[in-house]
């Protein structure tokens, strides 16, 4: 099967990133040597995702070779086209299930700007999160369920599960949230919904919570009152997102093995049709949100999605926490 070749060759690679680690010449910034690694991990993962199911052993080790050869931009460029890609796919199946008038012709041409005739939120379905998520399965194949983690810790509490069957590459998730500038002073660092990615952005999904039931203008505020931010920001978002739970994912449990991980995606404000189903606020005005979408690491059906909390051994870990990478962790980490 051309999968299996495919991570047979990628685990070859794997060893050689650990290899590269012990060097001297990456000792001085094991973080940027991890953010490479996982930077050609997701180049492989989601261009073999786009080539689709007819796929032949030869189109992974061409993936292989490219990834083996193209430069850590050029790797970044196409991770960001391939996710770009599903996000287009995944819009266009929302905008089926929630959009009053299925003839987007118009649509196209809109700039967003509120009108007499053109309310702020535009009117959609009065479907319900759970409906939408049913519709959502129907047409990309999988959705997401929140319920009773199936890790055999008592502080697992509440998992995310995969509804349906998802290739590897695939986007699983988003994670929701306000998005603050490195080194912003109001972030709570006790919060367990904050996020980092590798350029410092932090992404706080607790104002999220489990979405919503409707289309409505937000500004990153919770409806629950013991849980408040500062953005000064708003847009209009779809809270009926069946993606965007990433937040609810947990670290595997002893014996098990992650089986998604992150990806930074920078979403352009410019794509105002897609605008709506990307499930983040952020301060400042920049023209890109920097987000972070979840991606499969391998073919997935009915199943509890799992991602590496990559925590490091220099700080202390609580006591559900068991280490998948011993080095990969400490890299993440530095």
Same mark, same amino acid.
């Given at each position: 099967?051309?999968?299996?070749? !495919? ?29 490479? +690694?996982?930077?050609?991990?997701? @180049? !492989? @993962? ?12 030869a189109d992974a080790e061409e993936i292989i070779e490219m990834a083996g050869k193209a430069t850590l931009s050029e790797q970044q460029k ?26 987007? &012709? ?8 509120? &009108? %007499? ?6 009117? &959609?379905?009065?479907?319900?999160? +759970? ?24 502080? %697992? ?8 069957? %998802? ?5 699983? +998730? ?14 709570? %660092? ?32 919770s409806t629950k009152p013991e849980v408040r931010t500062d953005a000064n920001v708003e847009a209009v978002l779809e809270m009926r997102n ?5 937040? @609810? ?26 605008? +709506? ?5 952020a301060l400042g005005d920049a023209p890109i949100l920097k987000t972070l979408v979840l991606v499969a690491t391998r073919a997935l059906c ?19 926490? &068991? ?12």
């Amino acid at each position: 099967m051309a999968f299996a070749k !495919m991570f047979f060759l990628f685990s070859k690679f794997q060893q050689g990133v650990g290899v590269l680690a012990k060097s001297t010449t990456f000792a001085k910034n094991p973080r940027q040597l991890q953010y490479e +690694a996982d930077i050609n991990k997701l @180049f !492989m @993962f989601t261009s073999y995702n786009r080539l689709g199911r007819d796929a032949e052993e030869a189109d992974a080790e061409e993936i292989i070779e490219m990834a083996g050869k193209a430069t850590l931009s050029e790797q970044q460029k196409q991770v960001q086209e391939n996710v770009h890609c599903q996000l287009e796919n995944f819009c266009a199946s929302m905008d089926e299930i929630l959009l009053l008038n299925n003839d987007k &012709t118009e649509e196209l041409k809109a700039d967003n700007v509120p &009108t %007499a005739d053109k309310p702020l939120v535009p009117e &959609t379905k009065p479907l319900k999160l +759970a409906e939408v998520s049913k519709l959502l399965k129907d047409r990309i194949g999988y959705t997401l369920e929140i319920k009773k983690s199936l890790i055999p810790h008592k502080e %697992a509490g509440q998992g995310c599960f995969i509804e349906g069957e %998802a290739d590897v590459g695939a986007l699983l +998730a988003f994670y929701p949230g306000v998005i603050y500038p490195p080194g912003y002073p109001n972030v709570d %660092a006790q919060n367990s919904y904050l996020i980092t990615r590798y350029d410092g952005m932090v992404i706080n999904a607790q104002p999220w919570g489990r979405g919503g039931e409707s289309r409505q203008v937000w500004n990153g505020s919770s409806t629950k009152p013991e849980v408040r931010t500062d953005a000064n920001v708003e847009a209009v978002l779809e809270m009926r997102n069946p993606l965007a739970f990433g937040h @609810f994912l947990n670290h595997p449990g002893k014996d098990m093995d992650p089986n998604v991980m992150v990806c930074p995606y920078d979403f352009p404000l410019s794509e105002k049709r897609m605008r +709506a189903y990307i499930p983040n606020v952020a301060l400042g005005d920049a023209p890109i949100l920097k987000t972070l979408v979840l991606v499969a690491t391998r073919a997935l059906c009915n199943e509890e999605l799992m991602l590496n909390y990559r925590l490091s051994n220099s700080e202390r870990r609580p006591e559900w926490f &068991t280490p998948v990478d011993e080095e990969e962790d400490g890299r993440r980490c530095n």
